[in-house]
């Protein structure tokens, strides 16, 4: 996922179809993008992403993007960045994120990793993709449990490097939604606006090939619109990241959820 810096605040990518999901490239692999190249400006400061949150405007085709940056304030310890996602000068997505730099105060985790089946635990080889896309071919997935209202979700990253960004970004956008349980006929969904808060540095020292723990949960679908909050976890119990996700719920007579 390599990024070719081009200009102030503006850098190019390649679109990779690898990475392909059910009309467009996959919304988690285009967050990434946007998360890496805020990164990238912040280099050489002692500020770290701390939270993205991007509106996927229309299906990203798998071509050259460019990405915008707009440092909108850079204050004494937190930076806000604005961007926009483009292909063939059209905008395909919007974001903003924020960085700061380590604060003096006391730290607490008012919450626990779940207490669910390690990943050694299973006896059985990863789930198959849940539909023939390249994108499915790039994780493993290990289904712990599904209600109605949540899932918990092993995933690990065939991309064979230390967890990082990218993998926790992804890992919460890869899984099934929630709603799958939830809705008795065929239905389309789709990621309208997600955001994540970073809740550990990354990357992780010595964790390549480590799976990570994600649970999802779901409250309610309203007017054709449905809610997944996520955390994403480190399989020694480090809550990596936590996020919002808002979602199109729709019927379809040959959607990919639902029975």
Known sequence: MKLRKVGEGAYEHQGDARWWGFNGLFGGYTISLAALACREELAGTR??????????????????MRIELTTERAGR??????????????????FLATAGEDQDGQEFLNISMPDVRSIDEFDQPPAPPMAPLPVFELFDRWEVLRTDSAVYVWVRPRLHAPVDIEDVLMASDVIPPVAIRQVSDPHVAGTIVLTTLLRSPLPLPDSTGWPLLVELHASASFGGHVDETSRVWSPDGRLLAEGLQLRFLRRSGRGFIGL
Not at 87 to 92: I, M, S
């Open 77 to 94: 310890a937190v930076s806000f960045i604005s961007g926009r996602l483009l292909v063939r000068g059209d905008p395909y997505g919007s």
């Open 47 to 64: 500020r770290e992403l701390r939270s993205i949150t991007m509106q996927f405007l229309r299906p990203v085709p798998a071509e050259l």
